[in-house]
């Protein structure tokens, strides 16, 4: 990790809903067809990526992504130490996979700030700047979506009722952190 600067001051405590940065984290991004790609990922990740379209899974460490058919996104679920730059797991992947031309990892710590968003109104939220319909979705634990929030592209992976973990690129941030506390000040 680079010298990890908090993008959000403070957390956004409105009546229904708050927002607070979950850093720092691990974000890994993988690529890969092949059935020797599947299979070690299977083996250093103890655990199976989903291959079902906008879909998620977990075990106690680790929480996997589905982005596109050939591309996942792994989350750690406990904090980073935020004094190095170093993660065991990003380079025993590398090694196993982008060294042998399996597929591509690459680490994504920096680039994506994880945001939690709690409350009753979060959909609404949601809705108020986005054009996916969010019923479903919110109806599945684990469902997860790429879209567009208030013209910036984001990550949402529904982690429990109520609550979800939304990825954005850093730059853009304060910009959206912004725009969700001026929305949910208005429901």
């Excluded at 409105?14 to 890969?32: A, D, F």
């Excluded at 949601?126 to 567009?148: I, L, M, R």
Aim: proline residues 2%; charged residues 25%.
């Amino acid at each position: 990790m680079l010298n990890y600067n908090s993008v959000i001051k403070n957390e956004i405590n409105q009546e229904s809903v708050s927002v607070k940065e979950i850093s720092p984290v691990m974000k890994i991004n993988l690529r890969g067809k092949k059935r020797e790609f599947l299979t070690n990922i299977g083996k250093n990740l103890n655990m199976i990526l989903p291959t079902e379209a906008n879909t998620s899974t977990a075990s106690d460490k680790l929480t996997a992504i589905w982005l596109s058919p050939d591309e996942w996104m792994i989350i750690s679920n406990e904090l980073a130490s935020k004094d190095t730059n170093k993660s065991e797991l990003y380079e025993m992947l590398f090694n196993s996979i982008s060294k042998t031309n399996l597929g591509a990892v690459i680490d994504v710590t920096d680039q994506f700030v994880q945001l939690e968003l709690k409350g009753k109104n979060i959909y609404e939220i949601f809705s108020a700047g986005c054009p996916f319909n969010f019923n479903e979705f919110k109806e599945k634990k684990g469902s997860t979506t790429q879209t567009v929030l208030n013209h910036v592209d984001v990550i949402l992976h529904h982690k429990d009722e109520n609550i979800v973990n939304l990825f954005v690129r850093r730059s853009f941030t304060e910009h959206l952190c912004s725009w969700i506390e001026d929305c949910s000040s208005r429901l």
